[in-house]
Nanobody, 123 residues
């Protein structure tokens, strides 16, 4: 059974940084594309970033390019999202995900999801 467990969320002031982590169990982590999504109150869940199994290829939403960095440590079965220069509009529940149906863009059709971690950015 695949399990994804996020951590690292919290309350931060605008301009600050946070690093999210996602530990994956139940599968060979390094074989699979991984992604981060977020959902703000009253809004649909949206793509944030994705990374290929080997970590060579990455993809970002325009809204986070240059501020967020996705990475992975396959030896530790862990996915990361380094978030810098945070803005109030980054406030959302952030979800870790695995196995997208769209392996070309890596932005949709993910099969597995974590429970989410709350990120709140105050102005």
């Amino acid at each position: 059974q695949v399990q994804l467990v996020e951590s690292g969320g919290g309350l931060v002031q605008a301009g600050g940084s946070l690093r999210l982590s996602c530990i994956v169990s139940g599968r060979t982590f390094g074989r699979y594309i991984m992604g981060w999504f977020r959902q703000a109150p009253g809004k649909e869940r949206e793509f944030v970033a994705a990374i290929s199994g080997g970590g060579v290829r990455t993809q970002y939403a325009d809204s986070v390019k240059g501020r967020f960095t996705i990475s992975r440590d396959n030896a530790k079965n862990t996915l990361y999202l380094q978030m810098n220069s945070l803005r109030p509009e980054d406030t959302a529940v952030y979800y870790c995900s695995s196995n997208p149906a769209d392996t070309a863009t890596m932005t949709s059709g993910y099969a597995y999801w974590g429970q989410g971690t709350q990120v709140t950015v105050s102005s």
